[in-house]
Each structure stands twice: as structure tokens, then as C-alpha cells.
């Protein structure tokens, strides 16, 4: 057992357990490759192009800042607003919900610790944005914009609207002081910004990209703004990167999860559902369904080959999902891989009463505890999985908390550069992503963007026949 209290149990992925499962025989015979994606992580983590490595061990003066300054401004506002999309929205979306109340921010301030309640606006969705502002005032947030490139549109967007809207009801230094921007130290528009209208500024450090960037004052500022312990997400990041560290693949379970996962692509597997058996857990699958895809997910390998690989992430809820998909999971094709995540703490509890014992039907569930229900109801999933042949694997967390959180982002962001290196691809770039991105740009006759205008307007026209 590793200081992080997690399991990882990979028995159900494995052959004989399911038909077709992951030989011992098929691990050995990977490991030249194995060994060379250990080795090739390491150069780049040596040669500063795997800054997210580091994280946990160089940004001591950084989270000294970051709670400062959440504790010096958390009593000026109602609200935190985060202003960000993609990397920049969904590790602080995770996070808090597996941190702090489900309820956060029904609850009244001094149950929130008097932390601000905690918003994040990610789409452009005009609705969405005009009734936060029916929800809270603008004039009592703290709107974080976050974006690496200081450029995304959609978090431009909304910057501009906010700064716009501040600038109309407050005086100019004191709107000044209702917007914190993260960003990159030098690269972009929001930087530049930031130093002329004086805002505060957190920095991205240059080597570490959009999902990787949870470990980065992204995430960091706002769990602090919640009351998040972000010293313990770093130290429980920094336990498992001893793990991931372990040159033995049997004690490793970042390097594990991404051969099982880079064998199963191979079996045909392309779909790989993240379920987890805790409320607290759900938006862990929406944080690691963009870091897996937009990773993985390429066209070309590193030598310039046309591959096309990747693993389609899909996101899934115990037990609520046993009402709807497990239906698909057991009985459907054999073309996913299913990661459940468990817990074994919960941190309340419900007790069912021990009535209608009369009634075998419903007597059976009395006296027992709700964490007994949802646990047995994993149990038997993963048995249904089981029994029809279908990959799966369970990773446990003890309880969920910044330690075991800040580990298990950790586990996946290093599987995931692991996985990049043992499908011979760059996990690190996205120019799927900057497609649409540069698209969008040229549709707006944004300058610069002339020949992507002259290469859109040559796409084939629609045809009417095909409209109804
Ligand atoms: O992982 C990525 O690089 C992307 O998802 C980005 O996080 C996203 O596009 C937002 O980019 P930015 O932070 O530059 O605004």
C-alpha cells in the first residue's frame, strides 16, 4: 500500500479474468518500448519539456502568494468567478465539487468558511453569462480570467463584457481591483492587459499547457478562493509522483495504466469510460476526458506518419448510470475499456432504517449504510462487466480529499504523457483544437488570418437536398 492509501486493481483487465484481456506475456514483450517511454519522459522532464513534472516541488513562493491574497480579498466579494475554457476551466470545475460541499454555494457564508461563493463561466453561451449576472452582482465578484494564450475567444469574450460592465458601474481603480488574471509571463493579450489596467496577475509557468496546468495557480487560486488546502493537492501530488517514479511497471500505476490502456487501443478498445461511484468524483471524468483525448487523440505519429489513434473518453456516473449505459457496457460491443473510481470513505453517512422488515424486498436494504449500498452496487458492476467479458479496472481512493485528489490528477497526467510516448505521438500539442480556433478567427476577418479566410471559403458548398 503507497502513503496515498489508493488501489489500483487491474485484475478485471487482465486475461484469463475476461476473454481476450491483457496478457503478462503481452506486458513483457512491451517493455523495450516500455523502457524507452521511461526514458524519453525522463529527457524531457531533464530538458524542461515536461514542466508539469515539477509542479509539486517548485512553487513554494507561488502558493504562499496565491493564499495570501485569497485570504487578503476573500471577505470583498460574494462571488469568485473563474473566466475560462478547456484546461483553464474544468481542473478548477473538479476539484471543488470533490472538495467541498455539493451545495457550496446555497450554503451561508460562515458554513463556506467565508469564502466567496464559486462560479465558472466556460461557454460563450449568452444566456448562461446574462443570468449569472440575475444570480450575483457583478459588482460584488472576483472574476479570474484564466488563459494561457491570453487569446481563446470565448474567454476573451467574457473578459471583455466583465471589464466593460465594471468599468460602467465602479470608479477605474476600484474595477481594477475586481479582476485577477492568470496567464503566461510574457505571450499574449492578457498579459499585456493585465500590466496597463493594473490588474493582479498569476503566472503559468512557459512549459506546462492547458490540462496539464491544474497544479498551476489555474487550479490553485481558485481552490484557494474555496478554502481548498492547495499545499496538500501539491503534497499529494508529490507522493504519487514517487510512484510514478518506480521503474518497475507492477509499482507504477501512471506507467500501468497507460500500457493496459495503449494494449486495450490495440485489442480494439477505443473507448474508454470513466465512472465513477461518488458525487464527489463526477466532474474528475469531464477534467480526464479532455486531458485523454485532446492528448491522445492525433493524426500523425512523431514521424510524421498518418496514424489516427486515440481513445474516445466517455463519461459515466455510479449508480446512475447502471439505470441507463452499464445496460450498453455489458451487453453492447466489445470496444470500450471501463475505468471505474471508488471510494471507501465516504465523508458523511446515511444509515437506511431498518423498517418494512416485513417485506423481504425492501427489508433487506434496512440497517444498512448508503456507502454499503453504492459500494456493493460497484462490486456488482464490476462482477456484470466481468461476467460479460469486458475490460475494467477500479482505482480506489481511501477518501476523497486534496491529497488523494491532488495524487490522482497527478496519476493521470502522467499516464497520459506516458501513453503519448508509447503511441509515438506528441501528447503535448492539440492542432485539432487550433483548427476551430483559427477558423473561427478567420470568419471574423480577424487580420492575419487572410489565407485561412481564402482556405474556408473554397470548402464545398452545402446542398439544399440534404437540408430538410
Ligand atoms: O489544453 C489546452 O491547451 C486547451 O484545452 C486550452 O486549455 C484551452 O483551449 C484554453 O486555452 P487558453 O488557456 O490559452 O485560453
Known sequence: MNNLGMKFDFNNMMSPYVADGVTEEEISGLLPEIEKAFKAMAEKRAGGKMDWRDLPYNQ???VDDIINYAESVKN????????????????PLAVQQAINHPYYNELPREKRGGYPK??????VDPEKLACLFEAVDPTKCLFNCVSKSGSTSETMSQFMIIKELLSEKLPKDEAAKHIVCTTDKEKGNLIKIAKEEGYKTFIIPSGVGGRFSELTPVGLLPAAMCGIDIKKMLQG??????LCSESDIYKNPAAMYAVLSYVAMKKGKNIAVMMPYADSLKLISDWFAQLWAESLGKRYDNDGKEIFVGQTPVKALGVTDQHSQVQLYTEGPFDKMIVILGVEKFKREMDIPAIYGDIPSLGFLGGVSQSKLIQTEQMATEYALLKSGKMNLT??????NEFTIGGLL????????FAGELLNINAF?????EEGKNATYAMFGRPGYEEKKKELDLRPEKNEKFII
Open 60 to 62: 513554494d513562493n507561488v
Open 76 to 91: 470583498d466579494f460574494e462571488a469568485f468567478v473563474v473566466l475560462g475554457i478547456g484546461g483553464s476551466a474544468l481542473g
Open 118 to 123: 464559486f462560479y465558472v463561466a466556460d461557454n
Open 237 to 242: 501530488a508529490a507522493e504519487m509522483d514517487k
Open 395 to 400: 482505482i480506489t481512493l481511501p477518501e476523497v
Open 410 to 417: 497527478y496519476m493521470f497526467e502522467v499516464a497520459t504523457g
Open 429 to 433: 500539442d492539440q492542432p485539432g483544437v
